[in-house]
T-cell receptor, first 116, second 113 residues
C-alpha cells in the first residue's frame, strides 16, 4: 500500500504570495491532519479534516486554510506569506472507523516551504 | 502553552548503550502517547505507542515507561545502534475522533561507535 504523498516537495516563494500544498492520504484513510515543523517550535498542529469537514483546528492565523475532497485528498493554502512561514509542512493520515480513530498517524515526507 | 515537555534536546550515546528520552505532560485528558522517529528529509514515523492503562510497553529494543501519577513517560532504546541516530518526538493525544497530536520539541539522538 502506498504511503502518504505530498506535492510539491520543495517550494520557494516571496513574501506576500500565496501557496497551495497537496496531500494524498493512504488509501482507505479518511482523516488528514496538517502540521508545521520548524526548528524552534517543533511540530505544531494546524488542522484536521475528516469526510471533507474540518474537525479540529490549531492556533494559527486565518491565513492558513485547508480543504478536503471527496476522495480524501487534502490541500492546504497559505495566503500573504510571511518570512516566518518558512517551514516543513507535514501531512498525516489515519484510518477511522465510524468516525473514531485508530490513533496511528502516518506522515508524508513533507513540503519544504521557503519564503524569501 | 507547551503541553508536552521533552528532554534532553540532544543526546549522544555509545553504541550498545541505553538511550533514554523523557517527556512530561500537563493535560490529564491525554490518553494516547506515541513516540515518533524522524530521519533527515523524511516525515516522522511511528515507533511505539502506549495507553495509560499499562505502565510499560516493549517492542524489540524499544520500551516506553509510563507514570500516570507523575504525568511522565519515557522512551528507552536498549543496545543503541548507529542506525538509531535520528530525531525522536514524543506526543500526546486523545482518542475517539480527535486526531490532534501535541508534540514535544524533539531529541536529536546520536549513537557513536
Amino acid at each position: 500500500k502506498a504511503g502518504v504523498t505530498q506535492t510539491p516537495r520543495y517550494l520557494i516563494k516571496t513574501r506576500g504570495q500565496q501557496v497551495t500544498l497537496s496531500c494524498s492520504p493512504i488509501s482507505g484513510h479518511r482523516s488528514v491532519s496538517w502540521y508545521q515543523q520548524t526548528p524552534g517550535q517543533g511540530l505544531q498542529f494546524l488542522f484536521e479534516y475528516f469526510s471533507e469537514t474540518q474537525r479540529n483546528k490549531g492556533n494559527f492565523p486565518g491565513r492558513f486554510s485547508g480543504r478536503q475532497f471527496s476522495n480524501s485528498r487534502s490541500e492546504m493554502n497559505v495566503s500573504t506569506l510571511e518570512l516566518g512561514d518558512s517551514a516543513l509542512y507535514l501531512c498525516a493520515s489515519s484510518f477511522t472507523l465510524a468516525g473514531f480513530s485508530t490513533d496511528t498517524q502516518y506522515f508524508g515526507p513533507g513540503t519544504r516551504l521557503t519564503v524569501l | 502553552q507547551q503541553q508536552v515537555k521533552q528532554s534532553p534536546q540532544s543526546l549522544i550515546v555509545q553504541k550498545g548503550g541505553i538511550s533514554i528520552i523523557n517527556c512530561a505532560y500537563e493535560n490529564t485528558a491525554f490518553d494516547y502517547f506515541p513516540w515518533y522517529q524522524q530521519f533527515p528529509g523524511k516525515g516522522p514515523a511511528l515507533l511505539i505507542a502506549i495507553r495509560p492503562d499499562v505502565s510499560e510497553k516493549k517492542e524489540g529494543r524499544f520500551t516506553i515507561s509510563f507514570n500516570k501519577s507523575a504525568k511522565q513517560f519515557s522512551l528507552h532504546i536498549m543496545d543503541s545502534q548507529p542506525g538509531d541516530s535520528a530525531t525522536y518526538f514524543c506526543a500526546a493525544g486523545t482518542n475517539f475522533g480527535n486526531e490532534k497530536l501535541t508534540f514535544g520539541t524533539g531529541t536529536r539522538l546520536t549513537i557513536i561507535p
